[in-house]
């Protein structure tokens, strides 16, 4: 008897067989969690492209595109967000065209970096912003993600969700060759830039413009007084990049010859550094922002100005650092992803 129970206990015969039947469970739940996950990440991949590219391009119809008339009111809230609609109904995901998402226009502040009301008197920490937010759950594009596996344990669908924020700003550089080597002084910009219509005023020389149009031939980066370097500067701009904080050279003297000389700029917007209110010439000075001007007219002899306005919103983004210590003063950054 005894020896009959030693082999029911010795015989180890199905183990296998029942350790495959305890572990088929387990083993099911880890590929449907491993098979689901891959789709929904996909399905978070589509979102994610989605809202990028419509933030994106619609922060990026804040400003003038080519073609358009350079004064128009900047940032230009509507056509934002009717770009970025445009944007995400030429994406798909799951296969099928996105219709839905929730479109904000606003100010995203870079300190808290949180997004604001178009209403709110920004402040330099507040750059125009869109936010994009894209879900696909029950009514809105095509319902919820399907899933395949995870049905074995009651779970058949899931919300994917995904979320982007593009900012633009004023510039808070501009790169070699864009700038023109005029200075002007801050308070004639801050008093000038922002009118509609936008108003022809001539920028004239401090020694005869004191204040009037305050402006002042500029070297750069470099203290160089001579004719020959500012005719090459009006013609090829900047040789390196000029940040705002930058000591910039302010020629002295007149150089009434370079006045005319700059007729070959009639007609093209230009980037002017902007540099404090009463700078001195013979002197470095630092930069505090870039404003673009439109040249209307270069005129030497008896008068000696270069006649333009300031224009709101530049075709042409500048510099690439979207920053608050660069003050808007028409000329608009990249858009550039945030958050």
Partial sequence: MLARWRKFFSDHSGTVAVAA????VPFLGLMAAAS????????KHELQNAADAAALAGTRAYAAL???NLDFTFPDWGR???TAQTIVSQHKAEGQSLADAQINAGYYNLTSKTMQSTAITPTAQDVPAMEV????????NGGPVKLFFARIFGKNTTDVAARAISIISGPSSIR???GFPLAVAQALVQQWWSLNPPVSFRIGSAYHYPDESAGQWTSFLVDANNVPIIRDLIDNGNPTEVKIGDNIWIEPGTKTTLFPYAESKVGQVVMLPVVETDFDTHAWTPV?????FYIEAAVGGDDKYIQGHFVKNYT?????????????YGAATPPKLVD
Avoid: C, H, R, Y
Avoid at 36 to 43: E, K, S, Y
Avoid at 288 to 292: A, E, K, R, S
Avoid at 316 to 328: E, I, M, N, R
């Fill in 80 to 82: 934002g967000q009717s």
């Fill in 316 to 328: 042409k983004t500048v510099g690439d650092k979207p920053s608050g210590d660069a003050p808007f």
């Fill in 36 to 43: 689901d996950m891959g789709t929904i990440l996909t399905v």
């Fill in 288 to 292: 505090l922002g870039f404003v673009p």
């Fill in 133 to 140: 937010i894209i879900n696909k759950q029950d009514g809105k």
């Fill in 21 to 24: 039947a305890l572990g088929i």
């Fill in 66 to 68: 080519p073609g358009d």
């Fill in 176 to 178: 070699p060759g864009e």
